[in-house]
């Protein structure tokens, strides 16, 4: 719960992650008929940049035909732009999930509810990246 003017509003929360980016993320019924997306206290539109970014985030409401229904808000840390957009995306699957648990089929076939785990492979000594040996000479 959150206060708001003296007022607690009612939300649903999810932790989202990809990558190396955590996002805790709120979803709050709509005040108005279209729900807004808030990422660090920014717009969404303007925190990504990028259209295709805000579609991604976007996909779970999407998937189970409840845009503009809530407000999400969204805290994200670590990662770049495009793993903290899979984070929030994460996150709004897992919310809704708590919403109504009636939703886990469509989010489950769509993929939303499955943690992409793959980070960066560390780099090994010897070598001059994770995996990359340096180039072979006889002599």
Do not use: W
């Not at 770049?80 to 999930?97: D, E, K, M, P, Y």
Request: glycine share 10%; aromatic share 6%.
């Amino acid at each position: 719960m959150v206060e708001q003017s003296g007022e607690q509003r009612q939300y649903f929360y999810g932790l989202g992650r990809r990558k190396s980016a955590v996002a805790r993320v709120r979803l709050y019924a709509a005040q108005e008929e279209q729900g807004s997306v808030v990422i660090n206290g920014r717009p969404a539109r303007e925190y990504l940049g990028r259209d295709s970014l805000m579609q991604h985030v976007l996909q779970p409401l999407r998937q189970v035909e409840l845009e503009g229904r809530f407000d999400v808000v969204a805290k994200v840390l670590g990662g770049g732009i495009s793993g903290q957009a899979g984070a929030v995306r994460h996150g709004i699957a897992r919310a809704l999930l708590v919403a109504d648990p009636e939703h886990r089929r469509p989010l489950r076939q769509a993929g939303l509810l499955t943690r992409d785990s793959r980070v960066k492979e560390r780099k090994k000594y010897g070598l001059k990246r994770a995996r990359k040996a340096p180039q072979y000479t006889k002599r």
